[in-house]
């Protein structure tokens, strides 16, 4: 098990940046694959970026080339870095961790560690 703790979000713009961080307990998280989902009112959970890891990453094709996930194994924290955000990108994000990495991508309902979830509100 990990803990982690959310911090970022809030409400920008539509073209504003933002940075999430996730920041996880003990000394095992270069162990972990590492995800962020999001989940917008009424709709499901949905997979927005992951990192294994190595560092190998991947992204949902409505974020590519906006968004950026990024690690800091020193630090035990986890990036999602946001640019270009659009009004659609208004949701609550969760981290999330895990050993495998097909977890996050391909069977979520296992997850078992999960952030508080942070609000990010982006106006048009």
């Known amino acids: 098990q990990v803990q982690l703790v959310q911090s970022g979000g809030g409400l920008v713009q539509a073209g504003d940046s933002l940075r999430l961080s996730c920041a996880a307990s003990?000394?095992?998280?270069?162990?972990?694959?590492m995800g962020w989902y999001r989940q917008a009112p009424g709709e499901q959970r949905e997979l927005v970026a992951a990192?294994?890891?190595?560092?190998?990453?991947n992204y949902a094709d409505s974020v590519k080339g906006r968004f950026t996930i990024s690690r800091d194994n020193a630090k035990n924290t986890v990036y999602l870095q946001m640019n270009s955000l659009k009004p659609e990108d208004t949701a609550v994000y969760f981290c999330a961790a895990d050993l495998r990495i097909t977890t996050l991508t391909r069977e979520a309902h296992k997850i078992r560690n999960w952030g508080q979830g942070t609000q990010v509100t982006v106006s048009s």
């Open positions: 990192i294994t890891r190595i560092g190998n990453t």
């Open positions: 003990g000394r095992t998280f270069s162990s972990y694959a």
